[in-house]
């Protein structure tokens, strides 16, 4: 499903990393939701500018 420019993803995460996904995301002051999309923006990040070092 999409909101605005934001994907929403539907999958089964284990119990603990949701534990583990709370509790970084608590001593951030931030959501798990929030915590978990911007751990995967910032891999994405990284990886596209691997792919590019690699390329040139």
């Known amino acids: 499903m999409a909101y605005g420019?934001?994907?929403k993803f539907?999958?089964?995460v284990p119990v603990y990393i949701k534990k583990?996904?709370?509790t970084a995301a608590k001593k951030?002051?931030?959501t798990a939701t929030e915590l978990?999309?911007?751990t995967i923006e910032e891999e994405y990040e990284r990886v596209i500018k691997?792919?590019?070092a690699n390329l040139d």
Do not use: F, R
């Open 10 to 12: 539907h999958y089964d």
């Open 20 to 22: 583990q996904l709370a």
């Open 36 to 38: 978990l999309s911007k």
């Open 50 to 52: 691997e792919k590019k």
């Open 5 to 7: 420019n934001k994907v």
């Open 28 to 30: 951030l002051n931030m």
